[in-house]
């Protein structure tokens, strides 16, 4: 039996509307139809249409108000383009981070990189290095891939590569979920020289894998970081 049929309908229905979100047909802030509109249109249960909201509802792809309806979601809001923010101060507040340098090119995607970012040897990507400062010091280097036909030009919007979420917006692009693992290693000269510390101290590493909307990685990033009066904190759904 093919793997779509052996999904539930509820999580089926789901996709549909997800895509539907994902192309614009629904658009960010717009109601939804009632359950029984959606169950008419989709030939199926109002209970399996209110599954698939209730998992819309989780994946933050929409918010349902008690007595008003399911709205969708804005998935370039502050709010929600922040949740790949996981560096906090020890009070939970935000890190006043900032970009103090930034280099993008342009390559042939690597064995790695192609495994992480799906894509064929040798497909272009955008390689980009940043350094992110707290105030004036130095946390953190990233080294970040993306597939290049994702964001075209991106060498002429530097500030937009300043973050995955900015990206996102500026070439209309929705994200979904993230993928992150997290290790310590021993600090290379390169990242010690930079952050401060002495050479082989023990850095955390953070290997991020970003989706769109329906699924595609749109970035797989690396930061080496110094978390002394940070936390990271992960968000579960």
Same mark, same amino acid.
């Given at each position: 039996?093919?793997?779509?049929?052996?999904?539930?309908?509820?999580?089926?229905?789901?996709?549909?509307?997800?895509?539907?979100?994902?192309? %614009?047909?629904?658009?960010? /802030? +717009?109601?939804?139809?009632?359950? &029984?509109?959606? $169950?008419? *249109?989709? !030939?199926?249960? @109002?209970?399996?249409?209110?599954?698939?909201?209730?998992?819309?509802?989780q994946?933050?792809?929409?918010?349902?108000?008690?007595?008003?309806?399911?709205?969708?979601?804005?998935?370039?809001?502050?709010?929600?383009?922040?949740?790949?923010?996981?560096? %906090?101060?020890?009070?939970g /507040? +935000?890190?006043?981070?900032?970009? &103090?340098?930034? $280099?993008? *090119?342009? !390559?042939?995607? @690597?064995e790695?990189?192609?495994?992480?970012?799906?894509?064929?040897?040798?497909?272009?990507?955008?390689?980009?290095?940043?350094?992110?400062?707290?105030?004036?010091?130095?946390?953190?280097?990233?080294k970040?891939?993306?597939?290049?036909?994702?964001?075209?030009?991106?060498?002429?919007?530097?500030?937009?590569?300043?973050?995955?979420?900015?990206?996102?917006?500026?070439?209309?692009?929705?994200?979904?979920?993230?993928?992150?693992?997290?290790?310590?290693?021993?600090a290379?000269?390169?990242?010690?020289a930079?952050?401060?510390?002495?050479?082989?101290?023990l850095?955390?590493?953070?290997?991020?894998?970003?989706?769109?909307?329906?699924?595609?990685?749109?970035?797989?990033?690396?930061?080496?970081?110094?978390?002394?009066?940070?936390?990271?904190?992960?968000?579960?759904?």
């Open positions: 039996m093919p793997a779509f049929l052996r999904r539930p309908l509820y999580l089926q229905v789901c996709d549909v509307m997800a895509d539907r979100i994902a192309t %614009r047909g629904w658009k960010p /802030g +717009s109601a939804l139809p009632n359950e &029984g509109d959606l $169950a008419r *249109e989709f !030939g199926v249960s @109002a209970g399996t249409v209110r599954k698939a909201l209730e998992r819309l509802d994946t933050g792809l929409i918010t349902r108000r008690q007595g008003r309806g399911s709205f969708v979601c804005d998935l370039t809001s502050g709010e929600l383009a922040g949740r790949f923010a996981t560096i %906090r101060r020890p009070d /507040g +935000s890190i006043g981070v900032s970009v &103090g340098s930034i $280099a993008i *090119e342009r !390559g042939a995607a @690597a790695e990189e192609c495994a992480r970012l799906q894509l064929e040897e040798g497909e272009p990507v955008w390689h980009i290095r940043r350094v992110l400062l707290d105030g004036d010091v130095p946390f953190m280097i990233e970040a891939s993306m597939p290049a036909g994702f964001f075209p030009g991106l060498e002429q919007q530097r500030h937009a590569a300043e973050e995955i979420a900015l990206l996102a917006r500026h070439f209309g692009i929705l994200l979904g979920k993230g993928r992150e693992r997290i290790v310590t290693q021993s290379s000269a390169e990242v010690a930079v952050l401060g510390l002495a050479e082989g101290a850095v955390i590493v953070l290997d991020r894998v970003i989706l769109a909307l329906d699924g595609r990685p749109v970035e797989w990033r690396m930061g080496w970081c110094n978390l002394a009066g940070k936390y990271y904190q992960a968000r579960l759904c």
